[in-house]
């Protein structure tokens, strides 16, 4: 009876063991259960606001805290940065970062100080990274468009050559990821953690998240594109229209000529110009220009040099001193790949003659009707 009671016994506490770690295993998978739960509604929450935020951010860097601040939250990190490329694409900017996160180039992290309050951003905010540098972990990460889940940042190769008092600083768990769109490279987002390192699980889900900062990066970038584009064209028709007045509609009558002129720009503005100014009831001037290069720099010189002839041509009747005085006032203003070639004509009511003279234009050509033949002046 003994031996039986003592195997009941037994079978009894194996049971209690066996129900113990079930309800142990049923506790921690509900636990588990409720953190992905959690961590969903996190994410979900994320997301909506990145929407929300994307449309409704009155500044750039709202926009770039909002999506540094919910990935440090949905990740339940301590700190984050968020680099973005400049329009070179050649180098990483600090756009935003969280009050005591750590610099991650070498020559700042003897600046920082974990202990000590105050905002570390201005600190990281000192220095860009250049991307083709393959000493940083920015940079690294970005060429190679991979992400890195490091359990201790300061065992990083890219950190090898820091002080080991500076390394110290960095004993922490760390996530990066590249952010790019499409062919496009954007930048990188960093999160870390003071002590608890980040799971496998926690990358799983800093990935996709910044593969959602990528597509909300991307589309504010394209908008922004597509408005400065609207902005441009909008300049350039009222650029157009300005010139299109700036050009006459019809030469005024002199007797003894015909005259006619027409513009047609290579693009929606051009620096090409003629002008006619009337000097008196038996004169008449005549301008061709070209001013280098197309667009509206070459457009707004033409425009000047239109003003500044029409200004001074009226006191004198020599085409070669109106032409001196109105590069005495030009050249000053005039970049140095910069210029304008121009021939000016004052043609004499019912006399046949023509005075010319010429500022580096090509020269006009008379064509002869009654021997068929065209010379240059």
């Known amino acids: ?17 066996i129900i113990w770690k079930q309800r142990r295993t049923i506790t921690r998978q509900k636990e588990k259960r409720r953190e992905i739960v959690v961590e969903e509604h996190r994410m979900f929450s994320f997301l909506h606001g990145l929407g929300e935020s994307l449309q409704t951010s009155r500044t750039r860097a709202e926009f770039y805290q909002f999506i540094l601040n919910g990935a440090v939250r949905v990740v339940e990190g301590d700190h984050g940065a968020l680099y973005l490329l ?33 905002n570390q951003f201005s600190t990281i ?3 860009n990274v250049p991307v083709n540098d393959e000493k940083t972990l920015l940079g690294d990460c970005l060429a190679e468009r991979s992400g890195l ?33 499409g062919e496009r490279d954007l930048g990188v987002l960093v999160v870390i953690r003071d ?52 050009l006459p509609d019809k030469a005024p009558p002199l007797k003894g000529y015909r005259i006619a002129g027409n513009n047609e720009a290579a693009r929606s503005v051009s620096g090409d110009y003629y ?3 009337p000097l008196d009831s038996e004169h008449l001037g005549i301008a061709i220009a070209d001013v280098s290069g197309k667009g509206l720099p070459a457009s707004l010189m033409m425009a000047m040099g239109r003003s500044v ?69």
Request: glycine residues 4%.
């Open 149 to 181: 889940h490091l359990h201790d940042l300061s065992s990083h190769p890219a950190l090898a050559h820091a002080d080991p008092s500076d390394r110290e600083k960095l004993k922490v768990s760390a996530m990066l990821a590249p952010l790019y769109f």
């Open 275 to 277: 002008d006619f100014i």
């Open 195 to 246: 002590k608890a390192r980040f799971s496998a699980n926690d990358y799983a889900v800093f990935r996709s998240l910044a593969d959602q900062c990528s597509l909300a990066l991307g589309t504010a970038q394209l908008s922004r594109q597509a408005t400065e584009q609207r902005r441009l064209e909008e300049e350039l028709l009222t650029a157009r229209e300005v010139q299109r007045i700036l």
């Open 1 to 17: 009876m003994p031996y039986i009671a003592l195997l009941l016994f037994g079978i009894c506490a194996l049971l209690g063991v």
């Open 86 to 118: 400049d329009e070179s694409g050649s180098v990483l900017v600090p756009q935003a970062a969280s009050p005591y996160c750590p610099p991650l180039t070498l020559d700042l992290l003897a600046q920082y100080d974990p202990s000590e309050p105050g």
């Open 309 to 377: 002839l029409r200004a001074n041509a009226e006191p004198w009747f020599s085409p070669s001193k109106a032409l001196a005085v109105v590069n005495r006032i030009l050249y000053p203003d005039m970049r140095q790949d910069m210029f304008v070639s121009m021939v000016y004509l004052i043609a004499k009511a019912d006399s046949g003659e023509i005075i010319m003279a010429r500022a580096g234009h090509d020269p006009p050509m008379v064509y002869r009707a009654a021997t068929q033949t065209i010379e240059e002046l």
């Open 125 to 127: 905010q000192l220095r």
